[in-house]
């Protein structure tokens, strides 16, 4: 009878990435497992930071704790590894729900040397915030954006939870600048790009230099060089190449959004990003209407009055429900 425990059963994400690190060192994971842990993953950007964190410090504690050579007998009987339980098993998760107290193990292997910076950035609704590092690259945080950053002598790296930011990296030599999202990585050593996380997915967008893009598990890793000018859609093993638009990309950096020929659903979604009014459209149709200007990101009223001058459609608002209608005034043909 197997005696491998069941991942459902486990409720703590430090357990369950303890219990694939192991399944993957005894090097007979199925397919099927491979599958199910790879959709753990995508579940929440957490899960791969638990399991990054397990894994720096097991390979860590195994080089530094490498038994002495003990003289041994000839005729030494060999000892028979016993199948680990259930409850022994569930001790991994024990021990490792303090690796993070144990930072002279993991800080220093994991990064290239011991964290010298440390902050974490949000910025809410309809907020942006410019943010001076200390290497002297600036991040700028769009609406509903969260950064965290942490820096080390060798290595320099935003984990971007959510949201969008415009970077503009300096150089410093032998410490790359990465940026970590649950779908893939961005690395530079000197440059400025934008990053737009969407959709299960992210869209890098690159103004100056050049940058090296990376998606899906360290096994099955798809990478490009992406430079100025060029632009990726980013999904789980998916790189993508898209059309680059600068100017749209970064607008919002100047308080602006800019539609060219947008679908004004996906129009009226984007500045949802940025304001709590309600819209709602009275017909699907009407979200197929393509919409182009640049607005303030701040001011949705002005982009509900321009609305009737761009395409064939009446705006009114529903006081009692608090929310503005945008109707046809002709029908609308596909």
């Known amino acids: 009878m197997s005696d491998r425990l069941d991942p459902n059963t486990l409720t703590d994400?430090?357990?369950?990435?303890a219990y694939w690190y192991e399944r993957f060192r005894s090097g007979t994971v199925t397919p099927e497992e491979q599958q199910q842990f790879e959709a753990w993953l995508r579940l929440d950007p957490q899960h791969r930071t638990q399991y990054d964190r397990i894994q720096a410090l097991w390979m860590a504690t195994e080089q530094a704790l490498q038994p002495c050579a003990i003289p041994r007998a000839s005729n030494a009987q060999k000892p028979v590894k016993q199948p680990r339980s259930r409850r022994a098993f569930l001790g991994y998760g024990v021990a490792l729900a303090g690796a993070t107290g144990v930072a002279v193990v993991v800080g220093?292997?994991?990064?290239?040397?011991?964290?010298?910076?440390?902050?974490?950035?949000?910025?809410?609704?309809?907020?942006?915030r410019n943010v001076i590092l200390p290497d002297s690259s600036s991040m700028m945080l769009n609406t509903n954006t969260v950064a965290e950053v942490q820096f080390s002598k060798?290595?320099?790296?935003?984990?971007?939870?959510?949201?969008?930011?415009?970077?503009?990296?300096?150089?410093?030599?032998?410490?790359?600048?990465?940026?970590?999202?649950?779908?893939?990585?961005?690395?530079?050593?000197?440059?400025?790009?934008?990053?737009?996380?969407?959709?299960?997915g992210f869209t890098v967008t690159v103004l100056e230099g050049s940058v090296q893009v990376q998606t899906g598990?360290?096994?099955?890793?798809?990478?490009?060089?992406?430079?100025?000018?060029?632009?990726?859609?980013?999904?789980?093993?998916?790189?993508?190449?898209?059309?680059?638009?600068?100017?749209?990309?970064?607008?919002?950096?100047?308080?602006k959004v800019v539609f060219r020929g947008t679908p004004l659903r996906d129009a009226i979604q984007e500045l949802k990003r940025y304001?709590?009014?309600?819209?709602?459209?009275?017909?699907?149709?009407?979200?197929?209407?393509?919409?182009?200007?640049?607005?303030?990101?701040?001011?949705?009223?002005?982009?509900?009055?321009?609305?009737?001058?761009?395409?064939?459609?009446?705006?009114?608002e529903n006081t009692q429900q608090r929310v503005f209608e945008i109707f046809?005034?002709?029908r609308i043909y596909n």
Not at 236 to 251: Q, S
């Open 154 to 200: 060798n290595k320099r790296l935003v984990q971007l939870r959510q949201g969008e930011a415009l970077f503009d990296v300096q150089t410093v030599e032998n410490a790359p600048f990465v940026v970590q999202m649950a779908m893939g990585s961005v690395q530079v050593t000197g440059t400025q790009f934008n990053i737009y996380q969407a959709d299960q």
């Open 275 to 316: 304001s709590d009014v309600s819209v709602r459209l009275t017909t699907a149709q009407l979200g197929q209407l393509k919409v182009s200007g640049v607005f303030r990101v701040d001011d949705p009223y002005a982009f509900l009055e321009a609305l009737p001058h761009i395409v064939p459609v009446g705006v009114k």
């Open 328 to 330: 046809p005034l002709r």
């Open 13 to 17: 994400a430090r357990d369950i990435a």
């Open 108 to 128: 220093p292997w994991q990064w290239g040397g011991a964290i010298t910076y440390r902050e974490a950035f949000t910025t809410a609704q309809g907020e942006q």
């Open 217 to 255: 598990p360290r096994w099955h890793r798809a990478q490009q060089a992406l430079a100025a000018g060029s632009a990726l859609r980013v999904t789980e093993g998916m790189l993508t190449a898209v059309p680059a638009d600068a100017h749209k990309a970064v607008a919002w950096s100047e308080g």
